[in-house]
């Protein structure tokens, strides 16, 4: 006598089982997910990355300021370098 066990017998098997598996999943700890629980700078980099954030923030005056001090480094070229 031969018993199949098809897709369905294994799915009512696994719902029936399910109680057992509770306590698996907390064992494993995968982090944080609270952006304010991450409390090393090298964790949070790892995290923006993840995230395609980008960590640290910089402001709109930052980016203004490196901006122009890239724009006066490009104009201080010696004379012989200007066309």
């Not at 006598?1 to 698996?24: C, F, G, I, P, Y």
């Not at 991450?38 to 490196?66: D, F, H, V, W």
């Amino acid at each position: 006598m031969e018993k199949s066990r098809t897709r369905a017998w294994r799915l009512s098997q696994k719902q029936r089982n399910q109680s057992r598996d509770v306590h698996t999943a907390l064992q494993r700890f995968r982090g944080e997910k609270q952006w304010k629980m991450l409390y090393l700078r090298s964790c949070k980099l790892a995290r923006a990355a993840q995230l395609g954030m980008s960590y640290p923030r910089i402001t709109n005056k930052q980016l203004a300021r490196e901006g122009l001090e890239e724009y006066s480094l490009v104009n201080e070229c010696p004379v012989y370098l200007q066309p």
